[in-house]
Structures are given as C-alpha cells and as structure tokens.
C-alpha cells in the first residue's frame, strides 16, 4: 500500500529483476535513485499519452476520411487552400 507524505510523495515498494536493479543502481546517482526513477517514469508516462493522443488522432482522421459529405467539402475548399496569398 502506498502512502502519502507531507510533501505530495508516496512511498512505494517494487520488485524488480534482479538484472534490473543492478543495471540500475550502477547507473543512477547514490541518494538519488528515487528522484531518478520519479523522472523516468514521468517520461515514459508523457511518452504513452503522446502516443495515445496520436493514435486517437489517427482514428479521428480515419473516421473523417470515411465521411463523404466531408471529403465532398474540403474538395471544394481545396483550390483556395493551393491558391497564392501573398
């Protein structure tokens, strides 16, 4: 179970491979080794969210490419958007 400090932190246990944790603590500063793991993770965590907001996105382009009305619309827009506005 996790648990809260006064300061927004929580103390966490983890297992971890034993290859892992050697890899590890030959890599991570002495005394540091919770705010670099806090960094990490936070990295990938943003990392997954791009990936997912992209994915989403991707679906959404999917979706719209499906939709002929729409397609009809941006068709007609088309020789606006290639003409010069200088």
């Known amino acids: 179970m996790a648990k809260e400090d006064d300061m927004g932190l929580i103390r966490v246990n983890l297992s971890l491979e034993k290859e892992v944790w050697n890899a590890?603590?030959?890599?991570?500063?002495?005394?540091?080794?919770?705010?670099?793991i806090n960094q990490l993770l936070k990295q990938?965590?943003?990392?997954?969210?791009?990936?997912?907001g992209l994915d989403e996105l991707s679906s959404a382009f999917q979706e719209a490419a499906k939709d002929r009305k729409r397609?009809?619309?941006i068709r007609e827009w088309e020789t606006l958007d290639n003409e010069g506005w200088d």
Do not use: V
């Open 44 to 52: 990938e965590i943003q990392k997954l969210n791009r990936e997912q």
């Open 71 to 73: 397609l009809a619309t």
């Open 24 to 36: 590890f603590d030959t890599l991570a500063p002495k005394r540091c080794k919770s705010r670099f």
